[in-house]
C-alpha cells in the first residue's frame, strides 16, 4: 500500500461525464504499473474512459464502491488487491450488494483480482531476478542494492525475497519502479492479475 497523501482523493472523480468504467488499487504503485501495462498493450484508457483509482489503502474502498457502485455512478468496476487485504476488498464487495462470496473466484467474477502476495512479487517472480536488477540499475540503484543486501537481516534470505523488500522501501522507489518493471517484461509473461484486471474493462 501507498501513503494515503501520495494520491488525491475521491473528490477529483466526482464529475461529468463520469468515466465508463473505474479499476479500484489499494495504491498508486498498483495504478502506475496498471497504466503503463495497458499503454504496453496498445490501450489509451482515457480514450475508452477508465479511470484507474488509487484509493490510498484497502480500509478506503468502500467509500469508493459508495461513489462508483450502485449506489453511486454504477459504473462498470473491477479492482486489484494484494492477498492480506483480499477480505477488505470481500466484505466492502458484500456490503455494497454487488455478491462477492466467500471464495476468491467469486470475487474476480465481479472483476476484483488478488495478487499472490502483492504487487512487487508479481512483477519478481515475472521478471525473474536478473530482469529486476537491470531495471535497478537502470534507475541508478544498484549501488544501494548491494548495501541492502548486506543489512543482517536480509543477507541469507534468497535474492528474490530481497528484491521485493528493496522495491518496497525507500522513498518513492516502489511508485517510481512501478511503470518501468512493467515497461521490462516479456509480453507473454504478465502477471495473471494484471491482465485480467484489465480485461475486465
Known amino acids: 500500500m ?15 461525464p463520469a468515466p ?3 479499476v479500484l488499487v489499494e ?3 498498483d495504478r502506475r504499473a496498471l497504466e503503463a501495462l495497458a499503454r504496453r498493450r496498445g490501450r489509451d484508457l482515457a480514450a475508452e474512459g477508465v479511470a484507474v483509482v488509487s484509493m490510498a489503502g484497502s480500509k478506503n474502498i468502500t467509500r469508493f464502491l ?6 453511486g455512478f454504477d459504473v462498470r468496476l473491477a479492482g486489484l488487491c494484494d492477498a492480506p487485504e483480499e477480505d477488505d476488498f470481500r466484505r466492502a464487495l458484500k456490503r455494497a450488494g454487488l455478491g462477492a462470496g466467500p471464495t476468491r473466484e467469486s470475487m474476480e467474477r465481479l472483476g476484483f483480482f488478488v495478487c499472490v502476495r502483492d504487487l512487487e512479487d508479481e512483477l519478481v ?11 535497478i ?7 544501494k542494492f548491494r548495501t541492502f543486501q548486506q543489512q543482517p537481516e536480509w543477507r541469507d534470505r534468497p535474492v528474490e525475497e ?9 522513498s518513492g522507489r516502489k511508485i517510481g519502479s512501478a511503470a518501468q518493471l512493467v515497461g521490462a517484461l516479456d ?3 504478465v502477471p495473471r492479475p494484471l491482465d485480467a484486471v484489465l480485461a475486465h474493462v
Open 2 to 16: 501507498d501513503s494515503a497523501r501520495e494520491e488525491p482523493g475521491s473528490e477529483e472523480f466526482v464529475r461529468e
Open 20 to 22: 465508463r468504467a473505474v
Open 27 to 29: 495504491g498508486l504503485s
Open 66 to 71: 459508495e461513489l462508483f457502485g450502485p449506489g
Open 125 to 135: 517472480r515475472a521478471l525473474g531476478a536478473d530482469g529486476v536488477r537491470r531495471v
Open 137 to 143: 540499475e537502470a534507475r541508478g540503484e544498484a549501488s
Open 162 to 170: 530481497q528484491l521485493r523488500r528493496f522495491l518496497g522501501v525507500g
Open 187 to 189: 509480453l507473454h509473461r
